[in-house]
T-cell receptor, first 114, second 115 residues
């Protein structure tokens, strides 16, 4: 069964610092991976997706993620944090059989310190 | 098209009451998903439709829950005899069946509070 683990339920960085949010996946087949962001009391917005075309994926708002098969990881990074990046971030894997549902990690809350 | 919409955004009800939520997907999307998100957790899959057919249901979806998508457009999720444990955010998402990567677009959610 496919699954996702996000290391660190809460990450705090200073404005302008590097953001690194960790995601490890488990999948018996080549995975399709997604990062979503959720602002308070809102739904999920897609940041970026990995579809096997390129291992380094660029998304919106300056975020990017690198797929590393050897480490089964898909960590999300941003070189310089902005106050508006404060939100909850979810990594998800697409189950490719049946419903093709998304299986989400438990989320990482990102706090930006001024 | 403005994306996936859900109504209501918030619902407060008393234990034992029935509630119904509505989701309007992106118009050309033929797949529709319901997820439940409890505080501090990621969304969990409940059920999905392709057009009007409900093709899979999670074990999380007890017999008090029912979902419909009668004309393959909007969907409703009904919870009967609500319990405090049903308090959560209910998210709807839609996608195109022929999107190989199954990118799903989410609505703003309905937050249910059962007193």
């Amino acid at each position: 069964a496919q699954s996702v683990t996000q290391l660190g339920s809460h990450v705090s960085v200073s404005e302008g610092a590097l953001v690194l949010l960790r995601c490890n996946y488990s999948s018996s087949v080549p995975p399709y991976l997604f990062w979503y962001v959720q602002y308070p009391n809102q739904g999920l917005q897609l940041l970026l997706k990995y579809t096997s075309a390129a291992t380094l994926v660029k998304g919106i708002n300056g975020f990017e993620a690198e797929f590393k098969k050897s480490e089964t990881s898909f960590h999300l990074t941003k070189p310089s944090a902005h106050m508006s990046d404060a939100a909850e971030y979810f990594c998800a894997v697409s189950v490719m059989k049946g419903a093709q549902k998304l299986v989400f990690g438990q989320g990482t809350r990102l706090t930006i310190n001024p | 098209d403005t994306g996936v919409s859900q109504d209501p955004r918030h619902k407060i009800t008393k234990r034992g009451q029935n509630v119904t939520f509505r989701c309007d997907p992106i118009s050309e999307h033929n797949r529709l998903y319901w997820y439940r998100q409890t505080l501090g957790q990621g969304p969990e899959f409940l059920t999905y439709f392709q057009n009007e057919a409900q093709l899979e249901k999670s074990r999380l979806l007890s017999d008090r829950f029912s979902a419909e998508r009668p004309k393959g457009s909007f969907s409703t999720l009904e919870i009967q005899r609500t319990e405090q444990g049903d308090s959560a955010m209910y998210l709807c998402a839609s996608s195109l069946a022929w999107d190989f990567y199954n990118e799903q677009f989410f609505g703003p959610g309905t937050r249910l509070t059962v007193l």
